[in-house]
């Protein structure tokens, strides 16, 4: 059986990722609900990830500028979005992870966080890719829903042209149809030929884009399989959007994983992931 490539390591603090190193975990609510909320999911999972063995980042945004309807909630907004981030970092020493949508906001975001994404929708941005490039900080970009996983080559050029090597690739599902979305398990080894780890976005590309008509639905039913398929093909990381209450998400709970969920799935993903592993050595 072929190997997966092996990607460049980047170094978060202690963590490694990428090149060959533990399969890690990126993980949290869509958006900040309320400080209490986001600090309260980012200890859970992390006590549930520290038991798994499990290298974990946790992952909330500030701002969810991509909603189906101007109704749907967005969350706190730069300033106070990332004075919680920063206060939950330094609190419990975690690394953490959040969305920029604006060239402006990727200094002020990467002050607090330690990995800048760039949004689906938003992967073809030059401007936005350079200036998220230019703070130094790890850059994880979403493949977008309308881009083959051999177009990130452009996407990888843009933001390597500033000097930033700590790149992450994120896979999260391609247009199949209206309101749905395709995961072709293919798109891990070529994403990883260009040299970066490659992240699985579980839960968005089970999204049912706008399928709820103000907002977008989802089948999270299919988590657990689609997580253990893109462990089972090599990707160096995975992502999950992960709340306690999915009915009562303020965003994108339709395709959440419910925390209560999360032990048994980690369990059996690092279980595969030592498989695999050994699978590549070999």
């Not at 963590?15 to 993980?27: H, Q, S």
């Not at 039913?221 to 657990?224: R, S, T």
């Given at each position: 059986m072929?190997?997966?490539?092996?990607?460049?390591?980047?170094?978060?603090?202690t963590?490694?990722?990428?090149?060959?190193?533990?399969?890690?975990?990126?993980?949290g609510?869509?958006?900040?609900?309320?400080?209490?909320?986001?600090?309260?999911?980012a200890?859970?999972?992390?006590?549930?990830?520290?038991?798994?063995?499990?290298?974990?980042?946790?992952?909330?945004?500030?701002?969810?500028?991509?909603?189906?309807?101007?109704?749907?909630?967005?969350?706190?907004?730069?300033?106070?979005?990332?004075?919680?981030?920063?206060?939950?970092?330094?609190?419990?020493?975690?690394?953490?992870?959040?969305?920029?949508?604006?060239?402006?906001?990727?200094?002020?975001?990467?002050?607090?966080?330690?990995?800048?994404?760039?949004?689906?929708?938003?992967?073809?941005?030059?401007?936005?890719?350079?200036?998220?490039?230019k703070?130094?900080?790890?850059?994880?970009?979403?493949?977008?829903?309308?881009?083959?996983?051999?177009?990130?080559?452009?996407?990888?050029?843009?933001?390597?042209?500033?000097?930033?090597?700590?790149?992450?690739?994120?896979?999260?599902?391609?247009?199949?149809?209206?309101?749905?979305?395709?995961?072709?398990?293919?798109?891990?080894?070529?994403?990883?030929?260009?040299?970066?780890p490659?992240?699985?976005?579980?839960?968005?590309?089970?999204?049912?884009?706008?399928?709820?008509?103000?907002?977008?639905?989802?089948?999270p039913?299919?988590?657990?399989t689609?997580?253990r398929?893109?462990?089972?093909?090599?990707?160096?990381?995975?992502?999950?959007?992960?709340?306690?209450?999915p009915?009562?998400?303020?965003?994108?709970?339709?395709?959440?994983?419910?925390?209560?969920?999360?032990?048994?799935?980690?369990?059996?993903?690092?279980?595969?992931?030592?498989?695999?592993?050994?699978?590549?050595?070999?």
């Open positions: 072929p190997s997966p490539p092996l990607t460049r390591e980047i170094s978060l603090g963590l490694r990722l990428g090149g060959g190193n533990p399969l890690f975990l990126i993980a609510p869509c958006v900040i609900e309320s400080e209490a909320h986001a600090r309260n999911m200890e859970r999972v992390s006590r549930i990830a520290a038991d798994a063995g499990i290298p974990y980042i946790f992952k909330a945004s500030y701002d969810k500028a991509n909603r189906s309807s101007t109704k749907a909630f967005r969350g706190p907004g730069l300033k106070e979005g990332l004075r919680i981030l920063s206060k939950i970092k330094a609190d419990l020493n975690l690394p953490i992870l959040t969305d920029i949508h604006e060239s402006y906001q990727a200094q002020p975001a990467a002050e607090v966080c330690d990995i800048l994404q760039i949004p689906a929708f938003l992967a073809r941005q030059t401007d936005l890719l350079l200036a998220a490039g703070t130094g900080r790890i850059i994880n970009v979403k493949k977008a829903q309308f881009l083959s996983p051999w177009d990130m080559a452009n996407v990888v050029d843009k933001v390597a042209s500033t000097g930033n090597r700590d790149i992450l690739l994120t896979e999260r599902g391609a247009s199949f149809g209206y309101q749905n979305l395709v995961v072709d398990m293919r798109s891990f080894p070529v994403m990883q030929k260009l040299g970066y490659v992240v699985f976005d579980v839960t968005h590309s089970l999204q049912l884009p706008g399928g709820l008509g103000h907002a977008s639905g989802g089948q039913e299919f988590i657990d689609l997580a398929a893109g462990v089972a093909a090599g990707v160096d990381g995975v992502f999950l959007e992960v709340h306690d209450n009915a009562e998400a303020l965003s994108d709970g339709p395709n959440a994983l419910p925390l209560s969920q999360l032990p048994a799935l980690l369990k059996r993903l690092k279980e595969l992931s030592a498989v695999v592993r050994r699978w590549s050595i070999q």
